[in-house]
């Protein structure tokens, strides 16, 4: 295997699959394969010529091959990867239906605001996403200065203003992203048991190796600076991990507890009838 498959298969498979089919997206259009106008978001069509596949290749577009294709191509590689890898460790069903909460979520606003491409608001809700989940990263903006992880998706969206493209899209990925945050993470740390997106249980019938451990690869790792962030990434995975470990620790026990109150409940059933 060429050091190229190595990495390539080494990325998580969903960030794989989704680089993939953005990559051949955006290289179809390029050679002119396809029109950007068989891709684009169009209810009308959707509905009435059953053009279904344009709620997806909305989400896959995002450029002819151009140094703005590979700017997208190199925040949706380093956020998808990083949130999937660590964040999502083993939860690939989590995040699948993350993507797709935050994708149908988008579907509904963007008839409302007319925008035939979500594949920005994507991204920035993935980086917004990570962003609240490594709020003291610090992040160096194309190498000219450094910013704190939380104020990432505010930066970029200034810098999108001062180079005179539209904030819409980015404020709908922030929001997106600041819903799912909000109900996930936030929700469930004041209201203990309480976890409105719960991923249900035929996503994750989808991806039966999430629990497999004998299955668990270590990444291969990026060359230094490749993404010019400074982060701890070994500490990170390593904390993530003994957080897993120390969730599953706790159910268990708290099943070993229900198990024990159970048995306790029928011995005190059968004296009393004795």
Not at 175 to 189: A, E, M, N, R, T
Not at 190 to 214: C, H, R, Y
């Amino acid at each position: 295997m060429t050091n190229f498959e190595q990495w390539y298969f080494s990325i998580p498979v969903i960030t794989r699959t989704f680089l993939t089919l953005s990559t051949i997206t955006s290289f179809a259009v390029t050679f002119d394969l396809l029109n950007p106008l068989q891709l684009y978001l169009n209810f009308q069509t959707v509905i009435y010529d059953f053009q279904v596949w344009r709620l997806i290749t909305n989400f896959l577009f995002f450029d002819k091959f151009s140094i703005n294709f590979i700017l997208h191509l190199y925040f949706l590689y380093f956020y998808c990867r990083r949130l999937e890898e660590h964040s999502f460790h083993r939860k690939s069903a989590d995040f699948f239906y993350l993507i797709l909460l935050g994708s149908i979520m988008m579907l509904c606003i963007a008839p409302l605001l007319q925008l035939p491409f979500m594949s920005h608001s994507l991204v920035i809700m993935l980086l917004y996403i990570w962003s609240r989940k490594n709020p003291h990263e610090q992040f160096r903006i194309y190498g000219l200065f450094t910013v704190g992880a939380g104020y990432l998706a505010w930066v970029l969206l200034g810098i999108g203003l001062l180079m005179g493209m539209s904030p819409v899209v980015d404020i709908v990925g922030i929001f997106v992203g600041h819903v799912y945050f909000f109900l996930k993470d936030v929700i469930p740390g004041e209201f203990q048991g309480v976890d409105p997106l719960a991923t249900p249980k035929f996503i994750s019938f989808l991806f039966p190796n999430d629990n497999n451990i004998e299955n668990d690869q270590q990444p291969i790792h990026d060359p230094p600076n490749f993404f010019d962030v400074e982060d701890h990434e070994e500490e990170e995975r390593r904390r993530e991990q003994e957080d897993d470990e120390l969730d599953r620790q706790q159910e268990e026990e708290e099943s070993r507890r229900e198990n024990n109150l159970t048995l306790r409940q029928q011995r005190n059933v059968e004296e009393n009838d004795q």
